[in-house]
Each structure stands twice: as C-alpha cells, then as structure tokens.
C-alpha cells in the first residue's frame, strides 16, 4: 500500500494550504484515515481523521480552521488548512488504518512551513 501526500510548501500567516494523500487502492479499504504531524524532537500528534461512515475527528488546537474530506472516486483524503499560524508547522503525514490486514500505513510526508 502506498499513501503519497502533497500539496505541501511555505505560507505566511493566516494562509491556506490544501494537502492531498492518495492512495493506490481503493479508500473503502482503509477505516479511518486521516493527518498526522511531527515537529522535530517532538512526539507524532493526531490532526484529523475520517471514518468511511464520514464521520471527522479534529484535534482541538486546529478546530474551526483545517477541514478533512475524502473523495472515494480518486481514493484521495484532503486536508483544507486556513488560518495558518506558525505553530502549524510541521511535516505531515497521512495515515490509513487497512480493514483487510488490521495494519497501520503511513506516507512519507510532506512539509509545511508557515512564516510569521
């Protein structure tokens, strides 16, 4: 299984950025998918996951400005990030957890830098 992100890339403050994760089999397979992000030294934290029901879960620091959607006919999970701050940056990481194995996957990352 391979998960690719972009969309990635540098924004001032108060930007948007609209990163993309593909997938190369059908999303319908993965429950749920969803964004992760790492800073340097720091531990991997949740930003946003989807179930296939459609169901959304947010962390709180991003609540009200990033928006995480599917689109099942292109097997791609997005996430729309406005109101950029620079805490936001990070590089981030798609995620998919496979109904067929029970495995976790993960893509390699893509990184955002959000400038003051």
């Known amino acids: 299984v391979l998960l690719v992100e972009s969309g990635g890339g540098l924004v001032q403050a108060g930007g948007s950025l609209r990163l993309s994760c593909a997938a190369s089999r059908s999303i319908f397979s993965f429950n749920p998918m969803g964004w992760f992000r790492q800073a340097p030294g720091k531990q991997r934290e949740l930003v946003a996951t989807i179930a296939s029901s459609g169901t959304t879960n947010y962390a709180d620091s991003v609540k009200g400005r990033f928006t995480i959607s599917r689109d099942n006919a292109k097997n791609t999970v997005y996430l729309q990030m406005n109101s950029l701050k620079p805490e936001d940056t990070n590089v981030y990481y798609c995620?998919?957890?496979?109904?067929?194995?029970?495995?976790?996957?993960w893509g390699p990352g893509t990184q955002v830098t959000i400038s003051s």
């Open positions: 995620y998919a957890h496979s109904l067929y194995d029970a495995r976790d996957y």
